[in-house]
Structures are given as structure tokens and as C-alpha cells.
T-cell receptor, first 112, second 114 residues
Framework: QKEVEQDPGPLSVPEGAIVSLNCTYS??????FMWYRQYSRKGPELLMY????GNKEDGRFTAQVDKSSKYISLFIRDSQPSDSATYLC????????????FGKGTMLLVSP | SAVISQKPSRDICQRGTSLTIQCQVD?????MFWYRQQPGQSLTLIAT?????????ESGFVIDKFPISRPNLTFSTLTVSNMSPEDSSIYLC???????????FGAGTRLSVL
């Protein structure tokens, strides 16, 4: 079993739809959870950051972490064509300068 | 946050040659990281570079193939040595944003080896 599982997609939705992106993980020591957005031919850009369980909202984006289920989600409301990108989940144990473990990324396509 | 500048952005190289990728951060950081990203795959960590010490390599990556320098708190280089077509990939550098696991990434170097 891979440490972080993420459906690669592609996920195609019409403009305005609510998008749900998810990752599951196996390492119970992960405490810090991130979502990165990567446009084609660009580096990953930090989108959301959450510590431990709970929700965090930033504009149209909401990140949820359920540590009991080892499951994290990213919701995008009122999706726009400019949201079309690959979304990578990433996790860290956070003890000192610990390394990140990434999912494979989900490609999202939002059509006008 | 940190702004990461990486160059070259892309290169096409001949088999058997070496390429050095540079990574510049706009602020002083303790840890810098080098990743490889192959199509359809997650980011794979090559090594962690801490200023003033030898880089720490992940399983499957060796210093002779991927030598790394970290001369100061804002700069690092990764060399891909004796390249083969299997080294064709995107190489990314990142810098830590604190001891919370956050990393900020450069735009990447797209390498093709013929």
C-alpha cells in the first residue's frame, strides 16, 4: 500500500460546479497537510495548509482533514476554467524540518 | 513565503553529458530540497540539502549521479551526471517555509536527454 493515495483523474466538470478532491494516507504520524496546485509547465504552488484535523476555508477553497479516517479533502466552490490544473496533496510529520510525502496529483479540467 | 528562482527552465542534452541546475531563494532558508517529477507520477524526493553539511540522499539516488552543492543559505545546485534518456524528467527545487513541513517550489527544469 502506497503511503498516500490520490486518484489521478482527469476530473472534468462544468464551470460553476463544486469540486471534491481527496487523498487517503496510511501514516498516522502525519500532522501537517497541504494542497498544492500545479499548472502545466509550472512548479507546485501552495494552495491550502492545515494542521491536524479540522476544516480551513480560504475564498472558494475549503480543506478538510479527518485524521481518524486518514482522509483529506479539498473542495472548490463555483469552479472556474482557471482552476484547471493538477492538484497535489502533500503531508508531513512536521517534527523539525521533515520531508513531504506527495500524492500523484489529480488533474482537474473545468469547462466553460 | 519564499520565492524560488530555478534555471535553466528547460534543456535538451546529449547522452553522457552533465547538466547543473541552479536554485536561488529570495530569503535565507535552512533546508532546500530537490525532486524529480516524471509524467503521471508524484514528486520523488532526490535529496535534502542543509547548508554547511553533505546532502542527504533518498533511497535510489546517489551522490555520484546527483551531486548537490549548498554553499550558502539562499542557493543550491543539482548536477545530473553522465545523463541517459532515463534521466529525462522535470527537476524541481524547493525551500522550507519553517519547521511545519511547508515547502515552496521553483518552476522546475524540464530536461530531455537524447
Amino acid at each position: 500500500q502506497k503511503e498516500v493515495e490520490q486518484d489521478p483523474g482527469p476530473l472534468s466538470v462544468p464551470e460553476g460546479a463544486i469540486v471534491s478532491l481527496n487523498c487517503t494516507y496510511s501514516n498516522s504520524a502525519f500532522q501537517y497537510f497541504m494542497w498544492y496546485r500545479q499548472y502545466s509547465r509550472k512548479g507546485p504552488e501552495l494552495l491550502m495548509y492545515t494542521y491536524s484535523s479540522g476544516n480551513k476555508e480560504d475564498g472558494r477553497f475549503t480543506a478538510q482533514v479527518d485524521k481518524s479516517s486518514k482522509y483529506i479533502s479539498l473542495f472548490i466552490r463555483d469552479s472556474q476554467p482557471s482552476d484547471s490544473a493538477t492538484y497535489l496533496c502533500a503531508m508531513s510529520e512536521g517534527s523539525g524540518y521533515s520531508t513531504l510525502t506527495f500524492g500523484k496529483g489529480t488533474m482537474l479540467l473545468v469547462s466553460p | 513565503s519564499a520565492v524560488i528562482s530555478q534555471k535553466p527552465s528547460r534543456d535538451i542534452c546529449q547522452r553522457g553529458t552533465s547538466l547543473t541546475i541552479q536554485c536561488q531563494v529570495d530569503s535565507q532558508v535552512t533546508m532546500m530540497f530537490w525532486y524529480r517529477q516524471q509524467p503521471g507520477q508524484s514528486l520523488t524526493l532526490i535529496a535534502t540539502a542543509n547548508q554547511g553539511s553533505e546532502a542527504t540522499y533518498e533511497s535510489g539516488f546517489v551522490i555520484d549521479k546527483f551531486p548537490i552543492s549548498r554553499p550558502n543559505l539562499t542557493f543550491s545546485t543539482l548536477t545530473v551526471s553522465n545523463m541517459s534518456p532515463e534521466d529525462s524528467s522535470i527537476y524541481l527545487c524547493s525551500a522550507e517555509g519553517g519547521n511545519n513541513g511547508i515547502q515552496y517550489f521553483g518552476a522546475g527544469t524540464r530536461l530531455s536527454v537524447l
